[in-house]
């Protein structure tokens, strides 16, 4: 009897699948295999709730950043519309009037002006002015409010050169400034014939060298050019003196001049042109 249910059960190991048993053998493979991420494929049914997030998200970010360059520009409409915006006063400080008046003409900035429009041009306003004012050596300029404050150092003024009635400053670089005077100021020397520029501006730089005290014991300085020295000066002297001397050498040689001044009582002529020599004034 067992024989025959051993054979019986030998008999069935060996007889081919059911169609429906092998069904459940590939079912349990893949549940098998399915454990591990990598073998398993996404339906596009479970990435669809993913998809409609993202692209709700997408959408409100747009809208977000739509609604924002909207209100900013509309701030920005406003802003240039209001008075706020724009220049309502000049100021200039550390010059005179006239020089006040030229700072403003050659910056080019206007009352209505927009202020956006000066920030955003500071830079081309400054070498604008320092090109076309001679006598200004900085320039900052201060927005405060409507307000564009001009705030001026003024190159160092070594004279002013006189030409028919009105007086041009001179600087220590010398550069002649276009602003004409009425009168010159301060205790700076007077410049006449000066028709060569480049002899007036070699003679501005050597009067730069001199102590503050010789510039202002000068009165006036006259070209006088000869066919043997070219380079011929005159000066009078506050004192009543008068100095003969050549641009190139009038700085080292006028040092010597209240030396030469202080053994003299009488009014002299000193000759600087070829060593250093005083006669007296007739």
Known sequence: MKKLRRSKFKSQDNDPLTPWEKAQQERKKKLKWGKYQFFKKKRIGNKLPDLVKQRKSILKRHLVCNLLIFFLLGLVSLYLVLPISKVQQLKVSGTDSLTDAAVIKASGVRKGNLLIRVMLNEKSIKDEVRKQVSDVKKLKLVISGTTVNYKVSE????????????????????????????????????????????????????VARLSPNLRSAMSEIHYTPTDVN???????????????????????KMAYYPDIKSKNNNKILVDFEVGAYSYPLK
């Open 155 to 206: 190159s160092p003024i070594v004279g002013y050169v006189a030409k028919k009635g009105k007086y041009y400053s001179l600087n220590s670089l010398g550069k002649v400034s276009k602003i004409a005077r009425d009168q010159a100021q301060g205790n700076s020397p007077l410049y006449y014939q000066f028709k060569d520029q480049k002899k007036l501006s070699s003679l501005a730089k050597q």
């Open 230 to 252: 070219g380079e011929k000066i005159k000066v009078y002297m506050n004192d009543g003196n008068e100095v003969v001397a050549t641009i190139s050498t009038f700085a080292k």
